[in-house]
């Protein structure tokens, strides 16, 4: 009887894994005009907004590196080096905005005008805006 029943949980598992990596794309959710909110309700310039967004990105696995116009970054998300998310940061005087650039296994593709790619995508993103958010409050 047991392990009929270990048979049963074990076959649901499968089951339930299984769904859960047949996940289709998701829209992208564009990020633009995110706020920038200090700590201390300062103007932030370029290079304390690049400080704190490299470091945001430390926190949560990403790399940020300047972007090659000059005026933006580039931030580089890594799972197992086999899905690769790429996204421009754009800062401006009082917002920065977060962009797609690029991809690397994530199924990217454009559905019905619109620019679909893998769920994980948007939860990546959400994470790093969330750590650039805190090390703003930090300034």
């Known amino acids: 009887m047991k392990s009929s029943t270990r048979a049963l949980v074990l076959i649901g598992a499968l089951s339930a894994a299984q ?4 996940r289709g794309p998701v829209p992208i959710v564009e990020r633009p005009n995110e706020p920038i909110v200090t700590g201390s309700g300062k103007v932030v310039n370029g290079e304390a907004f690049t400080k704190a967004a490299v470091n945001a990105g430390a926190a949560v696995k990403w790399e940020v590196v300047p972007g090659t116009d000059g005026k933006s970054l580039r931030a580089t998300y890594r799972v197992r080096n086999k899905h690769v998310v790429m996204v421009d940061i754009v800062p401006g005087p009082a917002s920065f905005s977060v962009k797609y650039a ?5 199924n990217y593709a454009v559905q019905n005008g619109a ?10 993103v959400g994470q790093l805006l969330d750590s650039i958010r805190v ?3 930090k300034l």
């Open 19 to 22: 769904a859960v990596f047949a």
């Open 102 to 106: 690029d991809s690397v296994n994530m």
């Open 115 to 124: 620019p679909v790619i893998h769920p994980s995508y948007n939860q990546w």
């Open 135 to 137: 090390e703003l409050k």
